[in-house]
């Protein structure tokens, strides 16, 4: 069996950090995008199974945006996306564009707890 | 409406331009500002405003006329009746046919005067000049016919003479001190005249014969002697009269003063109750500054009004607010009041009024002035509790324009002006302020959240092993690390939740229906992991019926969440929590009862305020907000609900919370 990789997309280090042990220890390739538009080049590069995207980046390509863009790409928007946000609701929820084609499976409020993140993943890969 | 009306407000006003149009803006004004229409009637009845205005000797005299006339018919005929009655049963022998005549006379005059008279109205507008004239006329006309009379009955030894007292009496009712006294000369000439000239013999004496046993007309002593004695009563009389009817129409005259005073006091008191109604029925400033312009020039039927707030320091004068002026001439700019002296005298408390602004030095700006049709202009200090805020200043079209009463007035108008200004910026700032707590703690918890929370993600990867196993003591430093993090992670979301709500940012949310009995099954089992931790019996109870309240679900799952994790918190081991959920009367009732520790009797009407514990649960658990059921109640009142608790120390709580279901709604 080969191992899932999942991209975080998150502009904070020590999110990544964390996340990035959390899931390695479940045994998958982390691959990570400190931005909007990193993320979208990792994709096209090495489409990854799963995306793990937080709301509230700096600009210039916030995961709202990112999430647009891969919705309008083909190619990428067959990979499920996980949204992290800090905002305890999913409130956001309606703002993001959940067609056929884009594949936001899930919000997630922050903090995370590994056990629900993994959890989570697991439905989905 | 009679002109004495628009005469009161004139001469308040002091105002060029018509009467009438003052009179109008006057009372649209009122009416504008009471709103409803229940603007005081300021209006006098006809009667009385006549009684004020009217000029009151001339109104008289012209009604005194009439009364005249009457009386002469009486006159006319009493000559005609006496001479034959004198002549029929006293056997006098007199000048029938002459005296007859006179009565005739007397009679036919009358006749043709009250034709006069019938063109002459006694109207009430003031100086009535005709029935001054004609007055003289009846006058002339019965000395005439009275000297006559005097000289057909016996000259000065005729008993008549004494009825010149009665037209003595009349002219100094009828006409001024002066006419009297000229009218009473000429009676005094008249028979002096008559009895002089029959005395030398150049008019022929016409004796009452059998009326006296002598001739008296031409005693030298008698004649002198009756006409000293004539002058004399005759003079005296009218002295006596003019004094007494002048010291009556000098009264009338105050009384009118009085009465003018009295309606433009009480329309100047009117006036600025409803400017101050319309002032103080706003807080918002730009709406304080318009009204306060616009009824100002409004009420005063001045040009324009403008108010100019203190800036920069208070060194500049800004326009803050203008009525009646064209957009051109306000773009001139502030008003610098180092380069102004007429500002300076103004801002030290002073108002100053320019009655002529081509001949006045102390404007800065006069050519812009005169291009907007301004010559005149008052202006007055606008002066907070602290100092100067501004000036309050009105334009007129004509110079000289304002009186004092029009000072007095901007003065008063100002000084509760100041009061709505420092209301309204004080109001201004109170909200600001609201606002930046509100946006302060939004910040400071958004900046406090998000580090928080990548702590405890990092503790959390430590603590679950995922960066390789730790050795017991490192477990459980981190484990406390972990837990004081948890605190703090709880405290910034409820502050967060608090400020939000505070601040009515979740008014802008879609509520939506919201099936409760869903949300209460989810929060059951949410506690039940701890519960059980706990040996606690939590039991749920909740209907089939479905309910529906119109909400957010999150937060009524916060609302309710909180009370559920409460019951948990605050249940020694082995006790029971029941929660149930039931229709009641048209509510969704949800009960959640604990066997717990209860909350003292003191402490119930506490426990909904920020950041209060009640003492025994601070003893029992020593982390704790003490904004949990703030927001919940907070969350509650939003949605219409109410909450109410029911507890004993330490025999349990019960807290019910009701909220309208939205049946309704659901159905369509």
Not at chain 2, 66 to 86: D, H, N, S, Y
Request: glycine share 8%; charged share 20%; with cysteine.
């Amino acid at each position: 069996m080969t191992t899932k990789t999942i991209l975080i997309v998150d502009d904070d280090p020590d999110i990544v950090l964390a996340n990035r042990l959390v899931l390695e220890s479940a045994g998958y390739t982390v691959e990570e995008a400190t931005s909007g538009s990193a993320c979208l080049a990792k994709m096209r590069a090495n489409l990854p199974d799963l995306v793990l995207m937080d709301v509230m980046m700096a600009n210039p390509l916030d995961g709202y945006h990112t999430t647009q863009q891969i919705s309008d790409d083909p190619q990428l928007r067959q990979v499920p996306i996980i949204m992290i946000s800090s905002i305890t609701t999913s409130q956001y929820a309606a703002a993001f564009p959940t067609d056929q084609y884009l594949d936001i499976r899930e919000f997630i409020s922050k903090p995370v707890e590994p056990e629900v993140l993994l959890a989570k993943i697991k439905q989905y890969l | 409406m009679s002109l004495s009306e628009n005469y009161a407000f004139e001469r308040f006003w002091c105002i060029n331009g018509e009467f009438s149009d003052r009179f109008y803006t006057k009372t649209s004004l009122s009416s504008q500002l009471s709103g409803s229409g229940r603007a005081m009637d300021i209006r006098f009845s006809p009667a009385h405003t006549a009684r004020l205005n009217q000029a009151p000797v001339d109104y008289e005299l012209c009604l005194s006329l009439e009364w005249l006339c009457k009386l002469r018919w009486i006159a006319g005929a009493g000559v005609i009746l006496v001479t034959w009655l004198a002549r029929g049963v006293l056997r006098l022998d007199l000048a029938v046919w002459s005296l007859t005549l006179i009565g005739l006379g007397i009679l036919g005059y009358n006749v043709l005067f009250l034709r006069w008279l019938n063109r002459l109205t006694c109207d009430l507008s003031g100086a009535n000049v005709p029935a001054r004239a004609q007055a003289r006329a009846h006058i002339a006309a019965d000395w005439l016919a009275i000297t006559l009379l005097i000289h057909f009955s016996g000259g000065i030894e005729s008993p008549a003479i004494l009825y010149f007292f009665f037209h003595i009496i009349l002219a100094t009712i009828l006409l001024s001190g002066r006419e009297a006294y000229l009218f009473a000369g000429l009676a005094i000439v008249l028979i002096g005249g008559l009895a002089g000239l029959e005395y030398v013999g150049w008019i022929s004496h016409i004796p009452v014969a059998g009326l006296l046993p002598t001739r008296l007309y031409d005693q030298a002593i008698y004649v002198g002697g009756a006409l000293f004695f004539f002058a004399s009563a005759v003079m005296g009389s009218v002295y006596l009269a003019t004094r007494t009817t002048s010291r009556l129409r000098k009264r009338e005259a105050e009384m009118l003063t009085l009465g003018q005073d009295l309606q433009r006091a009480y329309t100047r008191l009117h006036t600025l109750y409803a400017s101050a109604q319309a002032v103080n029925s706003t807080l918002e400033l730009q709406e304080v500054l318009d009204r306060l312009t616009r009824s100002t020039a409004e009420v005063m039927g001045v040009k324009a009004c403008t108010i100019r707030l203190l800036e920069a320091g208070g060194q500049s004068l800004c326009l803050a607010s203008t009525y009646g002026l064209r957009d051109a001439y306000f773009q001139k700019g502030c008003l610098l009041v180092d380069q102004n002296p007429l500002v300076r005298e103004v801002l030290a408390g002073k108002v100053v009024a320019v009655d002529n602004i081509t001949a006045d030095t102390r404007l800065q700006y006069p050519a812009a002035a005169l291009a907007e049709g301004i010559h005149a202009m008052l202006t007055a200090p606008l002066i907070g509790h602290d100092g100067p805020l501004g000036i309050i200043r009105v334009y007129c079209g004509e110079t000289r324009c304002f009186s004092d009463d029009d000072k007095q007035y901007l003065a008063t108008v100002a000084n509760h002006g100041s009061i709505a200004i420092e209301n309204a910026l004080a109001y201004a700032a109170l909200r600001n302020l609201d606002e930046a707590k509100r946006k302060f703690i939004l910040t400071v918890t958004h900046e406090l959240r998000s580090p928080v929370g990548v702590v405890r993600s990092l503790l959390r990867t430590l603590t679950g092993g995922y960066a390789g196993a730790l050795t017991d003591v490192q477990a459980d430093m981190l484990a406390r690390a972990l837990r004081r993090t948890d605190f703090l992670q709880t405290l910034i979301d409820d502050l967060l939740d608090l400020a939000a709500g505070k601040a009515g940012l979740r008014m802008e949310e879609n509520t939506q229906p919201v099936k409760v009995n869903q949300v209460v099954a989810q929060i059951v089992e949410r506690h039940t992991i701890p519960a059980a931790e706990k040996r606690i019996a939590l039991t749920a109870e909740i209907t089939d019926t479905p309910l529906t309240v119109t909400g957010v679900a999150e937060q009524l799952d916060r609302a309710f969440n909180n009370l559920v994790s409460n019951a948990v918190k605050y249940t020694p081991e082995g006790g029971q929590v029941a929660v149930r959920l039931e229709a009641v009367e048209g509510h969704a009732q949800l009960t959640v009862s604990d066997t717990g520790i209860g909350v003292p009797d003191e402490a119930q009407a506490h426990l909904f305020e920020e950041f209060y514990r009640a003492p025994n649960a601070k003893a029992q658990i020593k982390e704790g907000t003490g904004l949990g059921l703030v927001i919940t109640k907070d969350i509650l009142t939003r949605y219409g609900c109410m909450i109410r608790v029911k507890s004993k120390l330490g025999q349990g709580a019960t807290f019910t919370v009701t909220c309208p279901l939205a049946s309704e709604r659901l159905s369509d």
